[in-house]
Protein backbone atom coordinates (compact mmCIF):
# COMPACT_ATOMS: atom_id res chain seq x y z
CA UNK A 1 0.00 0.00 0.00
CA UNK A 2 1.33 2.95 -1.03
CA UNK A 3 1.31 5.91 1.87
CA UNK A 4 3.16 8.27 4.16
CA UNK A 5 2.49 8.04 7.78
CA UNK A 6 3.85 11.16 10.25
CA UNK A 7 4.72 10.23 14.01
CA UNK A 8 6.32 12.49 16.66
CA UNK A 9 3.81 15.11 17.42
CA UNK A 10 3.04 15.76 20.82
CA UNK A 11 2.47 18.26 23.04
CA UNK A 12 5.82 20.66 24.15
CA UNK A 13 6.18 23.99 25.89
CA UNK A 14 7.37 27.11 24.80
CA UNK A 15 11.37 26.81 23.71
CA UNK A 16 10.96 22.82 23.76
CA UNK A 17 12.15 20.43 20.64
CA UNK A 18 10.04 17.62 18.77
CA UNK A 19 11.43 15.75 16.20
CA UNK A 20 8.42 14.44 13.27
CA UNK A 21 8.85 11.30 11.25
CA UNK A 22 7.53 10.98 7.58
CA UNK A 23 7.67 7.13 6.60
CA UNK A 24 7.19 6.06 3.10
CA UNK A 25 5.47 1.94 2.37
CA UNK A 26 4.45 1.12 -0.90
CA UNK A 27 7.26 3.00 -3.16
CA UNK A 28 11.02 4.73 -2.82
CA UNK A 29 11.03 8.09 -1.27
CA UNK A 30 14.84 8.67 -2.58
CA UNK A 31 12.65 9.36 -5.96
CA UNK A 32 10.98 11.98 -4.70
CA UNK A 33 11.07 15.35 -3.10
CA UNK A 34 9.47 15.87 0.27
CA UNK A 35 7.53 18.87 1.56
CA UNK A 36 5.76 19.02 5.31
CA UNK A 37 3.05 21.24 5.67
CA UNK A 38 0.81 22.45 8.73
CA UNK A 39 -2.48 23.85 9.17
CA UNK A 40 -3.70 25.65 12.25
CA UNK A 41 -6.60 25.77 13.75
CA UNK A 42 -8.93 28.44 11.34
CA UNK A 43 -6.11 28.81 8.68
CA UNK A 44 -4.98 28.09 5.59
CA UNK A 45 -2.79 24.91 4.79
CA UNK A 46 0.89 26.56 4.98
CA UNK A 47 4.11 25.16 3.46
CA UNK A 48 6.97 24.58 5.90
CA UNK A 49 9.86 22.93 4.65
CA UNK A 50 11.18 20.62 1.52
CA UNK A 51 13.95 18.63 0.41
CA UNK A 52 15.02 17.74 -2.79
CA UNK A 53 16.50 13.78 -3.87
CA UNK A 54 19.68 15.74 -3.32
CA UNK A 55 19.17 17.10 -0.11
CA UNK A 56 18.72 20.42 -0.22
CA UNK A 57 16.79 22.11 2.01
CA UNK A 58 14.23 25.46 1.91
CA UNK A 59 12.17 26.52 4.45
CA UNK A 60 9.36 29.25 5.49
CA UNK A 61 11.20 31.93 6.81
CA UNK A 62 8.99 31.24 10.01
CA UNK A 63 10.99 28.34 10.76
CA UNK A 64 14.20 29.17 9.72
CA UNK A 65 17.29 28.58 11.77
CA UNK A 66 14.32 26.33 14.34
CA UNK A 67 13.41 23.74 12.26
CA UNK A 68 15.72 20.86 10.09
CA UNK A 69 14.86 18.95 7.33
CA UNK A 70 16.61 16.05 6.65
CA UNK A 71 15.83 12.69 4.87
CA UNK A 72 17.12 8.94 5.59
CA UNK A 73 16.85 6.35 2.39
CA UNK A 74 18.10 3.72 3.98
CA UNK A 75 14.86 4.50 6.57
CA UNK A 76 12.90 5.43 3.55
CA UNK A 77 12.09 7.97 5.99
CA UNK A 78 12.46 12.03 5.86
CA UNK A 79 12.23 14.12 9.55
CA UNK A 80 11.33 17.29 10.23
CA UNK A 81 13.69 18.88 13.54
CA UNK A 82 11.44 21.33 15.38
CA UNK A 83 13.46 23.40 18.21
CA UNK A 84 12.99 26.65 20.40
CA UNK A 85 8.90 25.67 19.52
CA UNK A 86 6.56 28.63 19.62
CA UNK A 87 2.65 28.77 20.48
CA UNK A 88 2.36 29.72 16.90
CA UNK A 89 4.24 26.81 15.89
CA UNK A 90 0.74 24.76 17.01
CA UNK A 91 -0.85 23.29 14.24
CA UNK A 92 -0.91 19.65 12.12
CA UNK A 93 1.93 18.77 10.45
CA UNK A 94 1.51 16.75 7.55
CA UNK A 95 4.43 15.45 4.73
CA UNK A 96 3.40 15.36 0.89
CA UNK A 97 5.05 14.07 -2.06
CA UNK A 98 3.44 16.64 -4.24
CA UNK A 99 4.63 14.75 -7.40
CA UNK A 100 2.69 11.78 -7.03
CA UNK A 101 -0.26 13.52 -4.65
CA UNK A 102 0.28 11.38 -1.99
CA UNK A 103 -0.35 12.85 1.72
CA UNK A 104 0.16 12.15 5.01
CA UNK A 105 -2.74 11.92 7.58
CA UNK A 106 -0.60 14.40 9.49
CA UNK A 107 0.37 14.33 13.84
CA UNK A 108 -0.56 16.83 15.83
CA UNK A 109 2.22 19.17 17.31
CA UNK A 110 0.63 21.74 20.47
CA UNK A 111 3.22 24.20 21.55
CA UNK A 112 1.45 25.58 25.26
CA UNK A 113 2.51 25.93 28.64
Known amino acids: QVQLVESGGGLVQPGGSLRLSCAAS????????VTWYRQAPGKQREWVAG???????TYTDSVKGRFTISRDNAKNSVYLQMNNLESEDTAVYSC???????WGQGTQVTVSS
Open 51 to 57: ISTTTVS
Open 96 to 102: AVLRRKI
Open 26 to 33: GFSLSDYG
